[in-house]
């Protein structure tokens, strides 16, 4: 079992800047793959970027150039970096890892953007 805890959400204005982190209760060296995904009210879930052992990030087309995706493996965590908020990136974020084929996820920190 993988616990993931998600932090740094919160109330930001249009065009501020957040970052999110997540830190999971096993090294996230031996993860597949750790992301984010988001979810905004009355929508599904969708993903916002991921970060693998081995090459280059993924993003979703509606945060490229804007989020960045990073991770300390001293320290088990991931980080996403939000720049240029807007308020469609309103919503609930989750952190998710994978693990020998098991996705496990975060219980999700909330980002409001609005003025």
């Known amino acids: 079992q993988v616990q993931l805890v998600e932090s740094g959400g919160g109330l930001v204005q249009p065009g501020g800047s957040l970052r999110l982190s997540c830190r999971a209760s096993?090294?996230?060296?031996?993860?597949?793959?750790m992301g984010w995904y988001r979810q905004a009210p009355g929508k599904e879930r969708e993903k916002v970027a991921l970060?693998?052992?081995?090459?280059?990030?993924n993003y979703a087309d509606s945060v490229k150039g804007r989020f960045v995706i990073s991770r300390d493996n001293a320290k088990n965590t991931v980080y996403l970096q939000m720049n240029n908020l807007k308020p469609e990136d309103t919503a609930v974020y989750y952190c998710?890892?994978?693990?020998?084929?098991?996705?496990?996820w975060g219980k999700g920190t909330l980002v409001t953007v609005s003025s």
């Open positions: 998710t890892g994978t693990y020998s084929g098991t996705q496990y």
């Open positions: 096993r090294s996230i060296f031996s993860a597949n793959v």
């Open positions: 970060i693998f052992n081995l090459g280059s990030p």
